[in-house]
């Protein structure tokens, strides 16, 4: 099992560039989420999918868009890309009230 | 609306230690996670629990629900233990949605 990977590791955006990040996991989970991390801040929730074709805001959602058009895969769009996206982004997914399992992260630079 | 705070920010121990991260929290709650980063930026959850106390090799989690406090304890610390460890609650009590809100973590280096 491969677990939660995403693609693609890092990158680089100008201004205005628009990007989609991409979560997988074979594990079967119903939920997955997408976190933004900042230093001296906590993981905070960019939006979240409680199963194949729902998606929800989570508590930093302006900028995004995510779809959840297959079980496995969780998409993160950004349209019009902006220097306050510069980050870290994690995807994670679980099954309810159970444990989350993080991916590797994307390092996400915009000039 | 729950609120996580960790303590402390940064820690430094020499291998060996014992050492303590502490968690509290704000609002009632049906289980506490703690994870850990490493350098590299991977996380990995290490607990989850809702009472008393867990033990994975040397880590113990402890949770005080009415206290709403949970400990980290790690025994005979090894520079392998450096990483930020991370407490994690539901963002409400009860939610069918795993919405989970972080503390800032807490910056462990184990001395040789």
Known sequence: ?111 | KNEVEQSPQNLTAQEGEFITINCSYSVGISALHWLQQHPGGGIVSLFMLSSGKKKHGRLIATINIQEKHSSLHITASHPRDSAVYICAVPQTYGGATNKLIFGTGTLLAVQP
């Not at chain 1, 990007?19 to 801040?41: I, S, V």
């Not at chain 1, 995510?66 to 998409?75: D, G, I, M």
């Not at chain 1, 989350?100 to 915009?110: A, D, I, K, M, N």
């Open chain 1, 1 to 111: 099992n491969a677990g939660v990977t995403q693609t693609p590791k890092f990158r680089v955006l100008k201004t205005g560039q628009s990007m989609t990040l991409l979560c997988a996991q074979d594990m079967n989970h119903e939920y997955m989420y997408w976190y933004r991390q900042d230093p001296g801040m906590g993981l905070r929730l960019i939006h979240y999918s409680v199963g194949e074709g729902t998606t929800a805001k989570g508590e930093v959602p302006d900028g995004y868009n995510v779809s959840r058009l297959k079980k496995q895969n969780f998409l993160l769009g950004l349209e019009s890309a902006a220097p306050s996206q510069t980050s870290v982004y994690f995807c994670a997914s679980s099954r309810l009230q159970e444990t989350q399992y993080f991916g590797p992260g994307t390092r996400l630079l915009v000039l």
